[in-house]
Antibody, heavy 120, light 110 residues
Framework: EVQLVESGGGLVQPGRSLRLSCAASGFTFDDYAMHWVRQVPGKGLEWVSG????????DYADFVKGRFTISRDNAKNFLYLQMNNLRVEDTAFYYCTKDVVGTYDTFDIWGQGTMVTVSS | QSALTQPASVSGSPGQSITISCTGTSNDVGSYNLVSWYQQHPGKVPKLIIYEVTKGPSGVSSRFSGSKSGNTASLTISGLQAEDEADYYCCSYAAGRTLIFGGGTKLTVL
């Protein structure tokens, strides 16, 4: 079974850091690009960041550029999101998503999400 | 990076067909055949229902179909069923190797 399991969310003060992890299983991890997508509860979806299979392409939404860093470990089948200088407006569910093979534009499989709350 | 424009809500009766529009610009929808659509039921994780404008993933009902004309993509649901009541989001690849979502559309089955 294809599965993505996020961890690392929690309550953090503004300006602090948090690292999200996503454990992938049930598919050949290094065949696929991966993305992080977030959703404020009750609101819409926002693409946060993407990384292709070999980390050759790494991209960010403008609202996280310079603060967040996406990375992956193909040997361990893990995706990460290092979030620095967190803001109140970063509060959201963060989903780890898998792309369709050979593409960098589709969220084929979603994890259950991990909640990040930024508050003083 | 402005969000793609979707109607806030649409409605239809069982058995009818409805269409949800997704309007972008020449920097995203208009330039790439890379629009995807997601269905999200309350409290659930989003589910891919259409990708690359017209392609349906394995296991997704053929009642869902996609199209595009100019800067506007569309999702059509035919033979509306009660279980189709959900939020629907479009997403497009955009210049600069980014991805942009629409604001979402709430579908009500009357």
């Amino acid at each position: 079974e294809v599965q993505l399991v996020e961890s690392g969310g929690g309550l953090v003060q503004p300006g602090r850091s948090l690292r999200l992890s996503c454990a992938a299983s049930g598919f050949t991890f290094d065949d696929y690009a991966m993305h992080w997508v977030r959703q404020v509860p009750g609101k819409g979806l926002e693409w946060v960041s993407g990384i292709n299979w070999n980390s050759g392409y790494i991209d960010y939404a403008d609202f996280v550029k310079g603060r967040f860093t996406i990375s992956r470990d193909n040997a361990k089948n893990f995706l990460y999101l290092q979030m620095n200088n967190l803001r109140v407006e970063d509060t959201a569910f963060y989903y780890c998503t898998k792309d369709v093979v050979g593409t960098y534009d589709t969220f084929d499989i979603w994890g259950q999400g991990t909640m990040v709350t930024v508050s003083s | 990076q402005s969000a793609l424009t979707q109607p806030a809500s649409v409605s239809g009766s069982p058995g009818q067909s409805i269409t949800i529009s997704c309007t972008g610009t020449s920097n995203d929808v208009g330039s790439y055949n890379l629009v995807s659509w997601y269905q999200q039921h309350p409290g659930k994780v989003p589910k891919l229902i259409i990708y690359e404008v017209t392609k349906g993933p394995s296991g997704v009902s053929s009642r869902f179909s996609g199209s595009k004309s100019g800067n506007t993509a569309s999702l059509t649901i035919s033979g509306l069923q009660a279980e189709d009541e959900a939020d629907y989001y479009c997403c497009s690849y955009a210049a600069g190797r980014t991805l942009i979502f629409g604001g979402g559309t709430k579908l009500t089955v009357l």
